[in-house]
């Protein structure tokens, strides 16, 4: 078995700009980011003896970046008090979603063909409209959304993480895609309503 070369110092520093922009799509705060990858890159430093090499430098990087995200959204759900209101007492928004569909359950106008997901998340112009896009969302709902689909949470460990049910974790999620969609095919589409 050949031990693992560990990553050299420009090496884990040249990923500090794509550390940043996925910190900056959880947190939606520039400076909390710029704190989490500070600390991402502090603790690859003092740990890169410990680099199996199993994966890439850019893998193990957004590993630790995970870690010390979901460390400082707890931080973050602590220190700031909860907005006034219920997130599920949004008056017409039943009616509204109703307004998407038919009465036998399907879509009304249905989504535009997106093409290949995965081509358009190599899209550099189409991820500066998704982060657009999730930080129009609030921003309780875009964390749930993060936690779930980049961050692959279970909805256990989100209503855990979020002091949610799952219930609301569900109305969250299905929130969050609804608009996302939205956005999407207004601003990256093109197709109006």
């Not at 680099?51 to 959204?73: A, E, N, P, R």
């Not at 998340?121 to 936690?147: S, W």
């Not at 949470?153 to 209503?159: G, H, Y």
Request: proline fraction near 4%; hydrophobic fraction near 40%; glycine fraction near 6%.
């Amino acid at each position: 078995m050949t031990a693992a070369i560990s990553p050299a110092p420009a090496e884990i520093e040249q990923y500090r700009a794509y550390l940043l922009r996925y910190a900056s799509l959880h947190l939606r705060d520039a400076g909390a980011a710029e704190d989490a990858v500070q600390d991402t890159l502090i603790a690859a430093l003092e740990g890169r003896d410990r680099f199996s090499g199993k994966s890439s430098v850019k893998t193990w990087l957004t590993g630790i970046l995970k870690h010390k995200l979901i460390d400082q959204m707890r931080r973050q759900s602590r220190e700031q008090p909860l907005v006034s209101g219920n997130d599920d007492s949004d008056y017409g928004e039943a009616d509204a979603v109703d307004a998407l569909f038919l009465d036998d359950g399907h879509w009304r106008h249905p989504p535009a063909n997106w093409g290949d997901p995965d081509t358009a998340l190599q899209n550099k112009a189409f991820l500066e409209v998704f982060e657009l896009c999730a930080k129009g969302m609030p921003a309780k709902i875009a964390r749930a959304f993060m936690m779930r689909e980049v961050m692959e949470m279970t909805t256990e460990e989100i209503c855990k993480e979020l002091e949610i049910s799952t219930t609301n974790c569900w109305v969250m999620l299905h929130r969050a895609r609804l608009s996302l969609r939205e956005c999407l095919e207004i601003k990256w589409f093109g197709k109006q309503r």
